[in-house]
């Protein structure tokens, strides 16, 4: 009988051949957290081990709240820089990287074949690479780093294949946004997702990491992409670790197998308050927003800001609307820099951020007033999560964004190419 | 035995209803969290949660970003257990990880309302109100050593010797 990825990674660790539904307890390759870090200190001296495990494991990106926007803040990364400085730790990343989830695989850390757990929701994005990652508690990554263990459930997994080829105007985010709408936000609870299918090949790294990305919106444990020559090459050229890629056997058992045809497919929005509350963009086109966001980990990347760009191109972002611009990264920022993007979308208007969360989480950086209505390229839609309660987040992809924004309300993207 | 209310709520209750971003990544005491325990979704519940009261809510409560606030909050407010249908898979650990009770029972949530009775005894492994008596599905026998310690704090320095 064949095994999925996720239970060949997992027994490899656990040293036995193992099932869905089992628990094991592992060694993970690596523990990520962010700004949580200095709750998590605080945890681990809770335990009253002077030293952790394997500073080696340990990846801490300060990303939420950067630069700090007030003293508390200013002082957990004090606190963070202090205990990397006493332990050590070989993996940190101060606040001029950007969002965890994008500096760690530039960083050459998200390889195939590892298992990576992180204090983040969105740990699934590394998926992308074909690793074994999924997002744990404050706690627990206290008790990885004075233990190097954890237990996990080995996942069930449910494959998603895709076909087809995108039209012009939709992108990996509508497919995301269309698969959550329809399968509803707690159908992957607990679950590996597989993405596959001859149209997964196709997509770019960067796109997988947007659908890797928002597999925790469907509740899975974890999301993957089998390894390719393109996986491959990306990381051999940011990493001279060695790694071992692990792919589900042809006679897997999966819980359901679904089946999406991408060129059948348009632009996608989720409407206020949950992710999966999904419609075309045709459906709410016209409703007046007040701001834009595009970037974070989830669709924050160079092709993301280019088809921005190129809506954007040589024209004036709507005068009711603020578009805010937030790099997934430091390294994003100048290849866009480079490449002319960023004085695209400056001269059209957009507030170009530092790298980093920014609103996503409703810390700082351009929250909402009551009333107010943001489309954003970003992974969640709860009522209140970027400012106020009486708030609302649309979410879409950077094309959906860019058009929005240019027109002051929402807008097919189709029609601004 | 000790009775409290019920406080009932529909399905996806994600964390950022439970514990607003905004208090994420501010360090703050566990009163404190308990006073925006459900903020977003029910204001009257922090100012009205009395110790021993239950959360009945629906399908995969707890969905959304990891933060273990959304759970401390709630047992910091008194909450004695979380009955739903199902819960997001973070929730629940961490949940475990910090002694809240989370339990998964249909018939329940389907069954009671806001401001019914509600006793949990977790012995027995049943809900009562009332006349009316629920079994709830039992926790997986590897996280009970966790529970049973009081935590995962606890059971890993009992297992490190501390």
Known sequence: ?417 | MSTGRVWKYGDNVNTDVIFPGRYTYALMPLEEMARHAMEDLDPEFAKSVKSGDVIVAGKNFGCGSSREQAAACLRAAGVKAVVAKSFARIYFRNAINLGLAVLQCDEAADSLASGDEIDVDFSAGTITSGNRTFKFFPLPESVIGIVQAGGLIEYTKKKLGL
């Open chain 1, 1 to 417: 009988m064949g095994q999925t990825f996720s239970e060949k990674i997992l027994g490899r660790k656990a040293g036995r051949v193992v099932r869905a539904g089992e628990v094991v307890t592992i060694s993970p390759d690596y523990c990520l957290s962010h700004d949580n870090s200095a709750a998590i200190i605080g945890e681990f001296k809770k335990i009253g081990v002077p030293q952790v495990k394997a500073p080696e494991k340990i990846i801490i990106i300060l990303d939420h709240i950067v630069p700090a926007a007030d003293e508390k803040y200013a002082q957990n990364h004090k606190t963070i820089r202090e205990f990397v400085r006493e332990q050590n730790l070989p993996h940190f990343f101060d606040i001029q990287h950007g969002v965890c989830h994008q500096v760690l695989p530039e960083s050459g850390l998200a390889l195939p074949g590892k298992v990576i757990v992180g204090s983040d929701s969105h740990t699934t994005t590394y998926g992308a690479f074909g690793a074994f990652a999924a997002g744990i508690g404050r706690t627990e990554a206290a008790s990885i780093w004075a233990t190097d263990e954890i237990w996990l459930r080995v996942p069930e997994t449910l494959r998603v294949e895709f076909h087809g080829r995108f039209p012009e105007g939709v992108f990996a985010k509508d497919a995301v946004l269309k698969l959550i709408g329809d399968q509803g936000a707690d159908r992957g609870n607990y679950e590996a997702i597989e993405f596959a299918g001859p149209a997964a090949g196709e997509f770019s790294l960067s796109s997988r990491m947007t659908l890797a990305n928002m597999a925790a919106e469907m509740g899975a444990k974890n999301g993957y992409f089998e390894p390719d020559a393109l996986t491959i090459a990306w990381v051999k050229a940011r990493t001279l670790q060695e790694f071992e890629v692990v792919l589900s056997d042809p006679g897997a058992t999966y819980e359901a197998v679904l089946s999406y045809d991408l060129s059948k497919l348009e632009p996608q929005i989720a409407c206020p308050h949950t992710v999966d509350n999904v419609k075309p963009v045709s459906a709410v086109a016209g409703k007046p927003v007040q701001q834009v966001l595009i970037g974070t980990c989830t669709n924050g990347r160079l092709e993301d800001l280019e088809i921005a760009a190129r809506i954007l191109k040589g024209r004036k972002v709507h005068p009711q609307t603020r578009a805010l611009v937030f790099p997934a990264s430091r390294v994003v920022f100048l290849e866009a820099l480079r490449k002319g993007t960023i004085e695209i979308l400056s001269e059209a208007g957009c507030v170009i951020m530092n790298p980093g969360c920014g609103p996503c989480l409703g810390a700082h950086e351009g929250l909402l007033a009551a009333g107010e209505t943001v489309v954003s390229t970003s992974n969640r839609n709860f009522r209140g999560r970027m400012g106020n309660r009486d708030s609302e987040i649309y979410l879409a992809s950077p094309a959906t964004a860019a058009a929005t924004a240019l027109e002051g309300k929402i807008t097919d993207p189709r029609t601004r190419l």
